[in-house]
């Protein structure tokens, strides 16, 4: 709020306690995520606040007053003069309405609205006072005496003063103004951690103002003098008496006083007090009116918050805030997308085994690094020439230049730039799309041969049990919940059997003399596992993504569980369980099936992870392509002759559909990065620190009132991941990797089932198990690969000595790093690569032993590296090679450890003497006269020691 405060302030906005006039009508509506208030915070004044917001943050003694303001008693027109009537007072401002919907309030704090005090009437002038009469009265004359007889002679007094002239009325004092009303003060939240106050007073009615008091009267006219007489009839010899004069008396008494003028006659009563509103605190849930008053532009804006949250790795507060957005835009037809959002992303937020991104962390990129960051800098070029572009709109804004010109300027350049990015976004939609397609059908044929595998299983297992505690339905039930897979083969509800089978289990293991191991760490988390895989469909529309009925770390988990490396001793654990007394070539098909079941088990989760992933990405496209979509019509609204009009919602709708496109590139970018330092992790197997916490977005959120400026934080974070780079550059320069061949082979002994697969379906699966590698042979990666199937029986002489194979490596990959442990990654399926063999050309090593002791190194029976039978599987850089038919451009190199999908095509419409070229095997090949595969392998590792990171001391001993 401190922040609100000063950009109002900054554009002339007063907030003084005391007014000379009425305040403007100015009304606050605040729509932000977290609003906070620190400190004493004042905006007095404003008719009204509304704030939405998911929640308010006070901290300890802070206080938000919108009280009324005050009167200033220079608002009176005219000075106190004497005997002017005062101005009447003012009536106080009432206080604002305030009304704040949040979910959360955190924090002690104090919210004020009380209504202003009246102003009190001005004091009525005092009246003029009177002036003396400082006339004199005429004195008396000589002839007073003289005109009376000697026998009547008496003095005469002086004429009196007449009385003075009355004083000037006093004016009457100004009528007192009332109190204003106290503010209104509702605040709707969820949830309170803390203390609110509200406060919310009336304002008093002001104290009488003072009458003026009537001029004092003036005094008198001053009085004159008498004569004094005298007979003087007494006096000898006189002949002729007379009364005589003898002089004059001193002056008659003055005139009195004038009276005082009228006084001021104004009532003495004050003001009236303002009445007392309601304040209330409700604590509940928002209702549906309230939800729906919450603006499309702040739920994006919250959207982009929580993004921030995310990448700052903030994933508490993260989950908050998507939950409240998620509340806030159920049911909202005009934020169904943003609904969607917020679902899609909470069903992964603080999930074990998912990024920030809600993308398995298992999953590593299978675009080359050097691809990957060609995107990154694409996506970097046009973002930076965006942000410019708006940055120059904002500058000419704020200098208040023709709106619609502006932004027609704008439209023009940014409009390359969002429709660059919408292209870029649709064609990945669309490979997602595709992709999701493929590992839809996959897990759908997966499910066929695992239910063809249980058949099987449930069969073999009556032929070899004993009586054991543990019988087949036990071992069917905890077979299913190792692999999170409900079978349509077995009878029975197995979530009733699988509680008691896995209690049985758990104490069979530590009875029995059992292998230990593998089993027991799984058995806790089979029902949580058969849960989710029973649940699991792939979703018709990827934005629905939803997980609330099941727990989505099932899948990260049955993935670490490495079924298909640990196949062998979870096979062992189980059949012993059974307690079985026959044979061990008995249970040999048993075992085969149970292992094959694993595998098929173990891709199955890693095709569900994938598509999941998927379902994730393609869910973020659906929200971002409209989004900017949007943009594009605002832009070309923009540049048409009769622009766009130029109001506030205008001028803020058209900055919001910039800032939210600008915000997604942001996002772009940054997953981009994160692919790319995931890229950087499988290549190097270096675990080194994500950049993305590190990255603060100065952009968006700072828009509305700043420039956007993110494109520093983003170069920083790309030249973070390129030094990197430069120092993983320097040290493999330095440590060079070494290049083998080796070869693995399989028969119908050890691995019947495998062959039966084969020979009925035309495809199946095997596996190169890291545990058979040598200790000290690191990151070891496959560059070539090659396959022959041969077998005792004889193919018709019809069929050609070609035979066409199909082969690609599942998604697991494992790796020895440079401590000595492994790394497990997954990789999105592979496309198949295309091979074939020759059938009369089989290797053999004791033949080439033969063959090179003559002397000869172009044996057929010998395969050596340069050998043209090897076919490429990556671009790998000690070659020169190019990998032609992979998905999504040029592909990192995965391990050679890991399971592998082999079909044989063949085309039962195919003639065997069809003369043109083929891709496929024609009709008349025999799938069940193979017995034995060999698999050549190419790759490329280092030796003995591999450098764990950019410290290492193999490659600081290089390093300057």
């Known amino acids: 709020m401190n922040y609100l405060k000063e950009q109002l302030e900054a554009k002339g906005v007063n907030f003084d306690a005391a007014r000379l006039a009425d305040p403007p009508e100015l009304s606050i509506e605040v729509q932000a995520d977290t609003v906070y208030i620190q400190g004493p915070v004042k905006l007095l004044g404003i008719r009204s606040l509304k704030i939405f917001t998911r929640a308010v943050i006070g901290g300890a003694g802070s206080e938000l007053d919108v009280s009324a303001p005050i009167w200033s008693d220079g608002v009176y027109t005219n000075r106190v003069t004497t005997g002017r009537d005062g101005d009447d007072g003012k009536d106080g401002f009432n206080g604002p309405t305030v009304e704040i919907f949040a979910d959360e309030i955190q924090g002690a704090f104090r919210i004020i609205a009380n209504g202003g005090d009246g102003l009190r009437g001005q004091n009525g002038g005092n009246g003029v006072p009177e002036e003396n009469n400082n006339e004199k009265e005429a004195d008396k004359k000589s002839s007073e005496c003289t005109k009376q007889s000697a026998t009547n002679c008496l003095s005469k007094a002086g004429q009196p003063g007449v009385k003075g002239r009355p004083g000037g009325n006093a004016g009457n004092s100004g009528t007192s103004g009332d109190g204003g009303d106290s503010g209104t003060l509702t605040v709707l939240v969820a949830r309170v951690d803390g203390n609110v106050e509200l406060r919310s007073c009336k304002g008093s ?29 007494w006096e000898p010899a006189q002949r002729h008496p007379q009364c005589v004069y003898k002089g004059q008396t001193g002056n008659a008494a003055r005139g009195p006083r004038g009276n005082s003028g009228r006084s001021g006659n104004t009532p003495n009563t004050p003001g009236s007090d303002g009445s007392v509103s309601t304040t209330s605190v409700q ?23 929580s993004e921030d949250l995310l990448w700052a790795n ?13 509340q806030v835009s159920a049911d909202r037809e005009d934020a169904r997308d943003i609904y969607k959002e917020a679902k899609r992303k909470l069903a992964f937020v603080g999930k074990e085994g998912f990024d920030m991104f809600g993308n398995n962390v298992l999953f590593a990129p299978r675009i080359e690094w050097e691809v990957l960051l060609t995107v990154v800098e694409d996506i970097k070029e046009y973002a930076t020439d965006y942000e410019k572009s708006y940055n120059n709109m904002r500058e000419l804004i704020e200098a208040e230049e023709d709106f619609q010109q502006l932004a027609a300027k704008m439209s023009s350049v940014a409009e390359i730039q969002v429709q660059a990015e919408r292209d870029r976004l649709v064609e990945a939609r669309n490979i997602a799309q595709s992709e999701k397609a493929l590992y839809a059908r996959a897990i759908g044929q997966l499910e066929d041969e695992m239910d063809n595998i249980v058949r099987h299983i449930e069969s073999d297992i009556a032929g070899v049990i004993s009586a054991s505690q543990f019988n087949v339905e036990d071992f069917l039930a905890v077979l299913q919940g190792t692999v ?46 058969l849960t989710f895989g029973n649940s699991y469909n ?46 061990e070539q008995d249970v040999a098909q048993l075992k085969q099936y149970i292992e094959q079941f694993f595998i098929s088990g173990s891709t199955r989760i890693d095709l569900i992870g994938k598509c999941i992933d998927l379902d994730n990405e393609i869910g973020g496209y659906n929200f971002d392509i409209p989004l900017l979509e949007e943009t594009q019509l605002s832009l070309t609204s923009a540049k048409q002759p009769q622009g766009i009009s130029d109001t506030e919602e205008v001028r803020l709708q058209f900055l919001e559909h910039l800032l939210s496109t600008y915000q997604e590139m942001e996002g772009s970018f940054m997953k981009e990065v994160y692919e790319l330092y995931k890229g950087f992790r499988f290549r190097t197997l270096w675990e080194t620190d994500d950049p ?39 040290c493999f320069s330095n440590n060079r990797p070494s290049t083998g061949i080796q070869r693995w082979s399989f028969n119908t002994t050890t691995h019947e089932s495998m062959f039966n697969e084969l020979r009925k379906s035309g495809s199946s699966r095997f596996t190169l198990n890291i545990k058979n590698t040598c200790p000290t042979c690191f990151n070891v990666r496959l560059e070539k690969l090659y396959i022959e199937l041969k077998g005792q029986d004889d193919q018709p002489e019809s069929v050609p000595d070609t035979v066409h194979l199909q082969v690609r490596h599942l998604s697991a990959s494992f790796f020895r790093n440079g401590d000595g442990n492994i790394n497990e990654y997954r990789q999105p399926l592979g496309s198949f690569r295309k091979m074939k063999f020759r059938r009369f050309a089989i290797s053999d090593e004791t033949k080439c032993r033969k063959e090179e002791r003559k002397g000869n190194r172009n044996s057929i029976y010998c395969v050596y590296p340069s050998d043209g039978r090897l076919q490429l599987m990556c671009n790998q850089p000690t070659s020169q090679g190019v990998c032609t038919d992979s998905l999504l451009g040029e592909e990192e190199c995965r391990s050679p450890y890991g399971t592998y999908e082999l079909v044989i095509p063949v085309d039962n419409d195919l003639s065997c003497d069809h003369p043109g070229m083929t891709n496929k095997n024609c009709q008349d090949l025999q799938l069940s006269s193979f017995d034995t595969m060999n698999v050549w392998a190419l790759f490329y590792y280092w030796s003995d020691a591999y450098p764990s990171g950019r410290d290492h001391q193999l490659c600081q001993q290089h390093a300057g």
Not at 205 to 232: E, F, M
Not at 565 to 582: G, P, Y
Request: hydrophobic letters at 40%; a negative charge; glycine letters at 10%.
């Open 205 to 233: 009615g002001a104290q009488p103002g003072t009458n003026g008091r009537g001029g004092q009267g003036g005094l008198g006219s001053i009085g004159g003098k008498g004569v004094k007489c005298y007979s003087n009839m």
């Open 283 to 305: 604590s509940r849930d928002l209702d549906a009116a309230t939800k729906l008053a919450y603006p499309v532009t702040l739920l994006r804006l919250i959207k982009r918050h």
């Open 692 to 730: 993305l916490p590190q990255f603060q977005r100065v952009a968006s959120e700072g828009a509305q009132g700043g420039r956007l400026n993110a494109i520093v934080e983003l170069t920083n974070v790309l030249t973070s991941i390129q030094s990197l780079e430069a120092d993983a550059v320097t």
């Open 314 to 326: 903030d994933l508490t507060t993260a989950r908050k805030v998507l939950t409240f957005l998620k």
């Open 538 to 583: 792939p979703l018709e529309d990827s934005s629905d993504l939803d997980f609330d009925q099941v727990d989505i770390e099932s899948v990260p988990e049955m993935m670490q569980a490495n079924l298909e490396i640990n196949k062998e001793s979870l096979t062992a654990q189980l059949v012993c369980l059974l307690e079985v007394n026959s044979r």
């Open 484 to 529: 999170g897979f409900v079978s349509g083969a077995v009878s029975g509800e197995i979530f009733e059997l699988l509680g008691p089978a896995v209690e049985l289990a758990t104490d069979l293991s530590s009875k029995l003399t059992c292998p230990t191991g593998s089993l027991e760490e799984v058995l806790q988390s089979m029902h949580k596992w």
